[in-house]
């Protein structure tokens, strides 16, 4: 279940980040909506790829869910910057792979218990 949780937003990210290194047809316009210019894609869609692998590997899972949560942050800002309610995605995104790492990490399930 933990791996479910956490593979289903990184892979999406994922997709996403692929998404924006390949220039696909409309994320050059909704960065211009966003005010981002298109020159910023690919370095962008690189680092939202490299978080979403950093999150995936056991090693760097808790690590790469902070940067994770950073690089989302910054959509949820650019979201409610421009006033689209759509900062609610990443916001799920962020929590459904905090809780798949807190199911498959022990050693953070005793660092945040939910109940003592």
């Not at 090693?59 to 609610?88: C, K, Q």
Request: proline residues 6%; contains cysteine.
């Amino acid at each position: 279940m933990g791996w479910g949780l956490s593979v289903l937003p990184a892979s999406l990210a994922a997709l996403s980040g692929a998404m924006k290194i390949a220039h696909t047809s409309q994320v050059p316009e909704g960065f211009k909506h966003f005010g981002y210019p298109e020159s910023t894609l690919t370095a962008i869609g690189l680092l939202e790829v490299s978080v979403a692998i950093l999150a995936l590997i056991p090693r760097t899972a808790v690590i790469g869910s902070i940067l994770f949560t950073a690089y989302f942050g910054g959509a949820v800002a650019t979201h409610v910057r421009i006033g689209e309610i759509m900062w609610i995605g990443p916001v799920l995104l962020c929590v459904l792979l905090w809780l798949g790492l807190w199911v498959r990490e022990p050693r953070l399930r005793a660092l945040a218990p939910l109940r003592r």
